[in-house]
């Protein structure tokens, strides 16, 4: 299990297209209980859950050829230390960035 910060933001339009059809509905969203949600706006999204979850790189690139204006934010703490997957488009470029560090890199990045 790991606990997981989920932001989603967008423009008001495509975001409000995109809770209605994919974040109610989508196996990944679906289970997401009110008491999960950090913050909600009205572009934006931002939950803490815990679960056990690898982001599909696949499926996040589905939602976001479906709503381009969307950035899709994923991070978590695992025994084998931080990591997190960013993706969205920016005239028209792919983002992707993925990051881990050690338990003990961790702890150093954390007592700073």
């Keep these: 299990m790991y606990t997981i910060e989920l932001a989603i933001l967008g423009k008001k339009s495509e975001f409000d297209s995109f809770l209605s059809n994919e974040f109610v509905t989508h196996e990944e969203f679906s289970h997401i209980k009110r008491h ?3 913050t909600w706006g009205i ?3 931002v939950c803490k859950i815990v679960r056990d979850f690898t982001p599909d790189a696949y499926v996040i690139e589905k939602m976001l050829n479906r709503y ?3 950035c899709i934010k994923i991070t978590w ?3 084998d230390g931080s990591a997190g997957v960013c993706m969205g488009r920016h ?3 792919r983002v992707y960035e993925w ?3 050690s338990e003990e ?3 150093s990045f954390r007592s700073h």
Excluded: A
């Design 105 to 107: 890199e961790e702890l």
């Design 36 to 38: 999960e949600v950090v």
């Design 68 to 70: 381009p204006s969307l």
């Design 43 to 45: 572009e934006g999204i």
């Design 91 to 93: 005239r028209n470029m």
């Design 99 to 101: 990051k881990d560090f």
């Design 77 to 79: 703490i695992s025994p």
